[in-house]
Each structure stands twice: as structure tokens, then as C-alpha cells.
């Protein structure tokens, strides 16, 4: 059964900016994830490269390239489309695992899915 879970206020999240991290569980372990605003819309990735599994922000929170335009992984320069988290250029397989958000009264919620779940405790 799918859930809303609580993610963050929407306000927490500016166009090309700062990043939300939470996580989830991913297929039964316990993953990083984040959630970003881009063109005034929100989405959320597992933090995860598709390049080489390893958590791509180059700072806490920061994935944005220095254009605002891409998500960029700081490991080895993989690029990626902020809405659908595609593979736009360098050293990646695939895209990004894309997590289901909505946005409601100024809270923002990531749903859970069949892979996607509460983090195990």
C-alpha cells in the first residue's frame, strides 16, 4: 500500500538550490535520498549515481552544477535532467531512481512505492 510521508515545508526548497536529504528503504536497505526544486517544481532522487552506486552531492545537499540546469554527481562528473533524472552526459548508466512527490498546502510528500519504503529501523 502506498503512503504519503511528510518530507519537508515547502519552503525549504528554492529553484537550483539546496536539496532536502531524507531516507528511504530501497529495495529492503536503508538508502540516501533528496528531494530538489527546479523550474517550481519539486522531485526526488535516490542519491544514488547511476554511473558507480555512490552518494553523488559534492557538498551536504548541494547536486545542482554551477549553471543551476543540471544534477551533478561529484565523484566523476555524470550529469543528469533535474526533472526526470536523466543521463544528460558524462560516465552514467541509466538515469537516476526517481521517488514520487506532492505538494499541498506548503508541505511537500515523497510516497512510497513497492521498492520504496520507510527507512528500517
Keep these: 500500500m502506498t503512503q504519503c510521508v511528510v518530507l519537508c515545508e515547502s519552503s525549504e526548497l528554492a ?46 545537499n548541494r547536486f545542482f552544477d554551477n549553471t543551476g540546469r543540471l544534477l551533478m554527481c561529484a565523484t566523476h562528473g555524470a550529469t543528469y535532467q533535474p526533472q526526470t533524472g536523466a543521463c544528460r552526459g558524462g560516465p552514467c548508466r541509466g538515469g537516476l531512481i526517481k521517488i514520487d512527490t506532492s505538494e499541498l498546502d506548503g508541505i511537500v510528500y515523497w510516497h512510497t512505492a513497492p521498492n520504496l519504503n520507510l527507512p528500517v529501523s
Excluded: K, T, W
Excluded at 44 to 55: D, G, Q, S, V, W
Design 15 to 60: 529553484n537550483s538550490e539546496r536539496a532536502v536529504s531524507f531516507e528511504v528503504s530501497y529495495d529492503g536497505r536503508n538508502s540516501a535520498a533528496f528531494a530538489i526544486r527546479y523550474q517550481d517544481h519539486v522531485y526526488a532522487y535516490l542519491n544514488r549515481c547511476a554511473h558507480i552506486p555512490m552518494e553523488m552531492d559534492y557538498q551536504p
